[in-house]
């Protein structure tokens, strides 16, 4: 299984960016997603999730109301589009897949499959 992620960069406070990330090796549309980040010196944490149909989305409290996942079963891609970004949101951020699991979850240890990261930086 292959992950890759992309669309990250600087913006503004305030902007918006929107990230993607491409599955490749397994039956994308079987599988919830995920979207993780990791700040400098900071443990990896929960963005958002998606279930295998794009019917049930899950958010953190952080981003809920700016950040919106979505996924196009057809291109096996899943995106993060995110606004009103702030400068605490600059982190890498990781797309990633359920090795077992339809449903969406906020768990990290249940994301089994993990693409390189793509840097989002918000500048004040």
């Known amino acids: 299984v292959q992950l890759q992620a992309y669309g990250g960069g600087l913006e503004q406070a305030g902007g918006s960016l929107r990230l993607s990330c491409a599955a490749s090796?397994?039956?994308?549309?079987?599988?919830?997603m995920g979207w993780f980040r990791q700040g400098t010196e900071k443990e990896r944490e929960f963005v958002a999730a998606v279930n295998w149909s794009g019917g049930s989305t899950g958010y953190a409290d952080s981003v809920k109301g700016r950040f919106t996942i979505s996924r196009d079963n057809a291109k096996n891609t899943v995106y993060l589009q995110m606004n009103s970004l702030k400068p605490e949101d600059t982190a890498v951020y990781y797309c990633?897949?359920?090795?077992?699991?339809?449903?969406?979850?906020?768990?990290?240890?249940?994301?089994?499959?993990w693409g390189q990261g793509t840097q989002v930086t918000v500048s004040s």
């Open positions: 990633a897949s359920r090795k077992y699991g339809a449903s969406w979850s906020s768990y990290l240890d249940e994301y089994d499959y």
């Open positions: 090796g397994r039956t994308f549309s079987s599988y919830a």
